[in-house]
């Protein structure tokens, strides 16, 4: 089968690798039609995790299923499904708590002895190979499958966006606290910082303020609603006191992570953490679903490469704010996600700029990471 095929820092391939197969009577393979390219994969990507050479990417897919174990019981050859990034067991003390992204059996512990989590073409996530590539193995599938209805293979840019990013803008949103009426701001306009301002749209907030400085980006988060600040233009943390009459946002949303950077393009990691602090209020909530590492060899940051930032938390702490943290449990909120799509009240795929072929993935990568005017978000098809 082809798969898209990381080399070392900038450099991916489509290439033939020996094709997935069911591997245990759990398993699922799934014919991969759409595989999107992800901030995360960016990471990876740049040389700045130990993602090994020769490892698969894509954790962002959806397909039809074309062989099941003699042990799935649920899902059925010619199911349409949506595969969550995460790998859980869905028997773990940690998956029966609906905390999937912390899966106690799936993860490979060889990373730490205490690890928990596991993920698709995924660096520390385990062995397992990424979907941008024909086939995908699923182990579990029973638990990890989710079925799509009838308009699936139609409306598969909107589907596909159940695999990561649309449950984890909506994550962020659950850890942020935020209910119907408050305000949010949210730094990043990423695909996932898009997918956190619709979310919160849904949930009835009040005012979604959106950081970034990409005009394109910032179009986009216009584009539903959300009232745009660029901080290339002024601070953002005085625009949000600004447009909150001095308060504060009720809630934030971290959606950049640990390569947050000016407008200049110099990366510091603490920016838009102490930035949230400053422009939520007295008592918000914060949520951190950018992606922070323990080492970061690779940073300009001496204090980073141990995976440490200096945060401001005398200010967090005198204003009493909460803040939740980390990878998206992709299972509790991926059904009821489904329905609101297929009910017409959600459609994430508004954010996608890019449908192109498995084989172009390479070209793909390279503007995506670049953030190149108008990539905002790729989805890759192994039909085109
Ligand atoms: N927690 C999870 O489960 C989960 C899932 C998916 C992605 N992620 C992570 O979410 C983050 C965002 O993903 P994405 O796909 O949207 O990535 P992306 O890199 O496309 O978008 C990040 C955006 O942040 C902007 N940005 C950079 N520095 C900024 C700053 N100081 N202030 C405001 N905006 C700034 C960039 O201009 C860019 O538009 C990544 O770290 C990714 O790894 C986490
Ligand atoms: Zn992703
Ligand atoms: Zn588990």
Same mark, same amino acid.
């Given at each position: 089968?082809?798969? %898209?095929?990381?080399? *070392?820092?900038?450099? =991916?391939?489509?290439? /033939? ?5 069911? !591997? ?41 299923? %074309?062989?099941?174990? /003699? ?24 998956? !029966? ?13 060889? %990373? ?13 996530? +385990?062995?397992?190979? @990424? ?9 579990? *599938?029973?638990? /990890? ?8 293979? !139609? ?29 949010? =701001? ?23 303020? %959106? ?15 959300? =009232? ?18 001095? =308060? ?25 953490? &102490? ?11 914060? @949520? ?25 938390? +005398?200010?967090?702490?005198?204003? @009493?704010?909460?803040? +939740? ?17 297929? &009910? ?10 890019? !449908?192109?072929?498995? &084989? ?25």
């Amino acid at each position: 089968m082809r798969a %898209v095929v990381y080399n *070392g820092p900038r450099d =991916v391939a489509v290439q /033939n690798v020996t094709d997935a197969t069911i !591997e245990k009577p759990t398993d699922v393979l799934v014919k991969i039609t759409s595989t999107n390219i992800c901030g995360s994969d960016l990471h990876m990507y740049e040389g700045r995790t130990d993602f090994k050479p020769g490892s698969v990417f894509g954790h962002e897919n959806l397909g039809q299923v %074309v062989e099941v174990g /003699n042990a799935v019981d649920r899902i059925e050859v010619g199911d349409w499904v949506a595969i969550p990034f995460n790998i859980g067991c869905g028997f773990c003390k940690n998956c !029966e708590r609906g905390l999937s992204a912390y899966c106690l059996t799936t993860a490979d512990k060889s %990373v730490m002895p205490n690890m928990a989590g596991a993920a698709y073409g995924f660096a520390d996530m +385990g062995p397992y190979r @990424g979907g941008q590539a024909d086939l995908l193995r699923v182990p579990y *599938g029973d638990y /990890n499958c989710l079925k799509l209805p009838p308009d699936a293979e !139609e409306r598969q840019n909107d589907y596909v966006m159940l695999a990561d990013i649309f449950p984890t803008g909506w994550h962020c949103t659950e850890l942020a606290g935020l209910r119907p009426g408050e305000s949010v =701001v949210i730094y990043g306009a990423g695909p996932v910082g898009l997918m956190a301002a619709h979310s919160a749209m849904i949930k009835g907030a009040s005012q979604v303020m %959106v950081v970034d400085r990409h005009p394109d980006r910032l179009k986009l988060a216009a584009s539903i609603g959300a =009232v745009t600040i660029d901080d290339s233009k002024a601070s953002p943390v005085d625009q949000v006191m600004e447009l909150t009459m001095g =308060v504060g946002a009720d809630r934030g949303c971290e959606c950049v992570g640990y390569q947050a950077h000016d407008p200049d393009g110099e990366e510091h990691p603490d920016m838009t953490m &102490n930035d949230l602090v400053k422009s939520v209020k007295f008592t918000g909530g914060i @949520g951190v679903v950018g992606v922070y590492v323990p080492q970061d060899p690779g940073a300009q940051d001496p204090l980073y490469q141990e995976g440490q930032i200096a945060f401001d938390h +005398g200010l967090f702490w005198f204003k @009493g704010q909460s803040i +939740g943290t980390g990878q998206c449990n992709v299972k509790a909120y991926n059904r009821q996600l489904r329905d609101l799509i297929s &009910n017409g009240r959600a459609k994430p795929s508004f954010i996608v700029s890019h !449908e192109l072929s498995l &084989n172009e993935a390479p070209d793909a990568y390279q503007h995506f990471d670049a953030r190149d005017d108008g990539w905002t978000k790729v989805v890759l098809k192994t039909a085109h």
